[in-house]
């Protein structure tokens, strides 16, 4: 996207057509070579994220491969603070569901040229950069910040590249720790849920609704079984006992039974401890 040659006036914000506001980025004060950076509100109808604010976003396009998260940061936070920086090959939604990777575990960046979501922690930040003149750049590196590029880079990227093995554990921990919490909280909405939708006393099942997206389960062979355990025991519940003459009579005549049988076992044992009991000097 290359800005319009039309002339504009020192001292003054340029706006090209589309509502993007043109910055002029200089890569050191000594540079002759200027960047242009193009920015706007991010204004996304169909987000509707707390991820990024609509009020406190500013969309860049443009953003030279020698600037980092960092880099930016830095850069825009004289227009005041800063709550999140995000660089980003094209532009899309906001990951913000998922747990976050770390870059151990993420694929190589590609180099190139990005876009950017800024997010400031006041609104009127957004105006302040849409405000600011064109003829004063924005300068990347600096005595205080330096960047580096070229062979610096390269030698600095390989130096990162090697993982430090108590760095990397620790990762790997902090990122198990995160997944249980994930799995045990998930359990536990499921374990209420199953809780919601017992049966009642009165027989009678509460049936809630799941949420959006959720996809009807078909029953296993352990949700049928456990079906037909229930309605087992519902229809023992249900049967009348004693409730005939005959019910009855056959009822005290295994009772007896049982007790006759009881009876023979204590003698038995009564007669082995008695043996068991006799004097045997030798």
Known sequence: MAPSKAKHASGQPWVIPGGFSVLSLQFSSGSAARHCLYVKEHKVRTEKSSHRPLDRTLFLLNIPPYCSEVVVKELFSQFGGIESVELRDHPGSSQESGPKISKLFRPAEKQGFKVGYIVFKNSSS????????????????????????????????????????????????????????????????????????????????????????AKARPHSEAANEKTLQKEKRKKRRKELLNFYTWQHRNTQKEHIAELRKKFEEDKQKIALLRAQRKFKPY
């Open 126 to 213: 957004l105006q302040a950069v849409k405000s600011y003149p064109f003829d004063a750049p924005l300068v990347v590196s600096t005595e205080q910040r330096p960047v580096k590029t070229g062979v610096q880079k390269w030698i600095q990227q390989y130096s990162e590249s090697f993982i430090q093995p108590e760095k990397l554990q620790q990762k790997v921990d902090n990122f198990m720790q995160s997944y249980d919490e994930r799995k045990e909280k998930e359990a536990e909405q499921k374990k209420e849920e199953a809780e919601r939708q017992q049966e009642e006393e009165e027989g009678w099942v509460k049936v809630t609704r799941g949420h959006k997206g």
